[in-house]
C-alpha cells in the first residue's frame, strides 16, 4: 500500500512551481503534487489527503460535477421543521431568531 497520494486536480502538473519541478537537466517536468496522507492531521483529510491546494479540488469538482452530482441526486428540496422565527429589536443584525423543532 502506497503512504502518499496524487493530488487529483486535473491542471496541477500544469502550475509552474518549484514544487513540480523533476527530473534531470535538460529533461525537467512539471509533475503533479505528491500528498502525505493525514498531513493537515484529522481536518477535512477526506478532501485534503487527494487535492493539494482549493484550486486542484475546484478544478476537479468543475471537470466531474456531473459525475459527482449523479453518486447522490438532490430530486427534491429537503426541509428542516422550525419554530414561528420571532423577532429580537435589541439585536442590529440576525434580528430573527430561528429555532429548529424537533
Ligand atoms: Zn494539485
Same mark, same amino acid.
Given at each position: 500500500?502506497?503512504?502518499?497520494?496524487? !493530488?487529483?486536480?486535473?491542471? !496541477?502538473?500544469? =502550475?509552474? +512551481?518549484?514544487? #513540480? /519541478?523533476? &527530473?534531470? %537537466?535538460? $529533461? %525537467? /517536468?512539471?509533475? +503533479?503534487?505528491?500528498? %502525505?496522507?493525514?498531513?493537515?492531521? $484529522?481536518?477535512?483529510? &477526506?478532501?485534503?489527503?487527494?487535492?493539494? $491546494?482549493?484550486?486542484?479540488?475546484?478544478?476537479?469538482?468543475?471537470?466531474?460535477?456531473?459525475?459527482? /452530482?449523479?453518486?447522490?441526486? #438532490? #430530486?427534491?428540496?429537503?426541509?428542516?421543521?422550525?419554530?414561528?422565527? /420571532?423577532?429580537?429589536? =435589541?439585536?442590529?443584525?440576525?434580528?430573527? =431568531?430561528?429555532?429548529? #423543532? +424537533?
Amino acid at each position: 500500500m502506497s503512504n502518499y497520494n496524487w !493530488c487529483h486536480g486535473p491542471n !496541477c502538473h500544469t =502550475t509552474h +512551481t518549484q514544487s #513540480r /519541478v523533476r &527530473g534531470s %537537466k535538460g $529533461n %525537467k /517536468v512539471l509533475r +503533479t503534487i505528491k500528498i %502525505k496522507p493525514n498531513r493537515y492531521g $484529522n481536518y477535512q483529510s &477526506g478532501i485534503w489527503n487527494h487535492f493539494c $491546494n482549493q484550486r486542484c479540488l475546484m478544478d476537479y469538482i468543475q471537470t466531474h460535477i456531473q459525475s459527482i /452530482v449523479a453518486i447522490a441526486p #438532490r #430530486r427534491e428540496a429537503l426541509e428542516t421543521k422550525i419554530k414561528d422565527p /420571532v423577532k429580537d429589536n =435589541t439585536r442590529y443584525y440576525n434580528q430573527w =431568531t430561528i429555532e429548529e #423543532r +424537533t
